[in-house]
Structures are given as structure tokens and as C-alpha cells.
């Protein structure tokens, strides 16, 4: 569309295929479907409200983007969970829909490391070397065509 043909000088929505309109950004990502946390997208606002699955979130403090939102009640002393891995413990209770960070999250010093991740895996065993041709007699060798 041209900008004679939007008067409104408005952007034009982009559409796909098929006449679909653009797909909307959620305001969350979850990483693992075990997580407590959810990671927003955008800034939250309080009262703002966000599905994951079947579960209705109220946002209740304000959440600044790339930070933590609980998606679950975590109780005090309780692991919680990102990226389906334990990343500290809940300092006091956190409801759903609050942010999660220092002032409620401590340190948890016997969470579970992946040997895995740490150990370099063995070598490989050196590869069989086959060679197509013959070895002459004085030692050098040659290929047929």
C-alpha cells in the first residue's frame, strides 16, 4: 500500500500467506515445562495477565524484561527451577506472579552440576588406514587405473 492509499499514515500490519495476520510475541518464554519461572519478554506491568498452558498469570510487581516472573507459588527454601535446572532457592515465600530476583532468590551452593559438561569425553580411537593400490619392490607404492 502505498502512503496515498493509508491516510491514516499508520503502519500497515504485516500479513502472510494465506491472508494470516501477523502472529502476536508472547510477553513470556518458558524454557523447560519443570520451570517455576517464566523470562519476560517485554516489561510487565502489575495486573497485567499471561496464560502458560491451562494457568492463568496475574502479574503482581513490576517485571523489567529479561528478568523472572514466578509462574507457580514457590515456598521458602523451596528449589527453583530455569532452564529445567535448579538456579537457587526461594529466600521467602513468592507468589505467582511476582519477580523473581536477589531480593527473594538465594544462592544455593548444593545445587546439582552435570559431570557431563565438565568432563572432556575420551579420545576417539585412531581410525583403521586402508590404502587401494599396491607397494612396489623398492618400497614405493602405486594405483591402477
Not at 6 to 20: A, D, I, R
Not at 25 to 52: K, M
Amino acid at each position: 500500500m502505498s502512503p496515498s492509499e493509508n491516510p491514516s499514515s499508520q503502519p500497515v500490519p504485516h500479513s502472510f500467506p494465506g491472508g494470516q495476520s501477523r502472529p502476536s510475541v508472547p510477553p513470556v518464554i518458558l524454557l523447560s515445562a519443570n520451570d517455576h519461572v517464566a523470562i519476560a519478554v517485554r516489561p510487565l506491568e502489575v495486573g497485567q495477565e499471561f496464560r502458560i498452558g491451562a494457568t492463568l498469570v496475574r502479574v503482581i510487581d513490576p517485571i523489567p524484561a529479561g528478568h523472572k516472573v514466578a509462574i507457580r507459588g514457590i515456598c521458602e527454601r523451596e528449589a527453583v527451577f530455569k532452564y529445567g535446572q535448579p538456579i537457587g532457592r526461594a529466600t521467602i515465600p513468592i507468589a505467582v506472579g511476582c519477580h523473581v530476583h536477589s531480593h527473594n532468590l538465594g544462592d544455593d551452593h548444593q545445587s546439582l552440576s552435570v559431570a557431563i559438561a565438565t568432563s572432556p569425553p575420551p579420545p576417539p580411537k585412531p581410525l583403521k588406514r586402508t590404502f587401494e593400490g599396491f607397494v612396489r619392490p623398492d618400497g614405493r607404492v602405486g594405483t591402477r587405473n
